[in-house]
C-alpha cells in the first residue's frame, strides 16, 4: 500500500553485534501518525541477514553493497562485534565478498 515492507521481530529473532541497541534509529514523521518506529542501522541489519542466510537476505545483500548502503570497514568491525563462531564468521565474510561481487557484475 506504502511502497515499502516491515516486520517487526523479537530480540531473540536475529544475530547482532554488541551495541545494537545503542544505535537503533529513530523513525518518527507525518507518516507515522505519531508513532515512533526504532530500526536497526544498516550495518547491524546486514551482519543479522547476511547470519540468517536465506535466499531473501542474499537478495538484500547484494543491493547493500549494489546501493553502496553499507561501509566495507565498518561492517567488519561490526561482524568482530558478533558473537558467532569462527567457521561462522569466515562463512559471513565470504557470504560479503559473494554480495560485493555480484553486485558490481
Known amino acids: 500500500m506504502y511502497g515499502y515492507y516491515a516486520q517487526g521481530v523479537g530480540e531473540e529473532t536475529a544475530v547482532l553485534p554488541r551495541g545494537w541497541r545503542d544505535r537503533l534509529v529513530a523513525i518518527h514523521n507525518a507518516n507515522t501518525r505519531g508513532a515512533t ?3 536497526l542501522d544498516v550495518h547491524d541489519l546486514t551482519i543479522a541477514k547476511a547470519v540468517a542466510g536465506r535466499e531473501k537476505d542474499i537478495a538484500f545483500l547484494r543491493d547493500v553493497f549494489r546501493h553502496r548502503l553499507v561501509d566495507e570497514q565498518v561492517l567488519r568491525a561490526r561482524l568482530a562485534e558478533t558473537d558467532i563462531d569462527p567457521e561462522r564468521h569466515r ?15
Open 37 to 39: 518506529g526504532w530500526c
Open 91 to 105: 562463512i559471513m565474510t565470504a557470504r560479503f565478498a559473494r554480495a560485493e561481487r555480484d553486485a558490481t557484475a
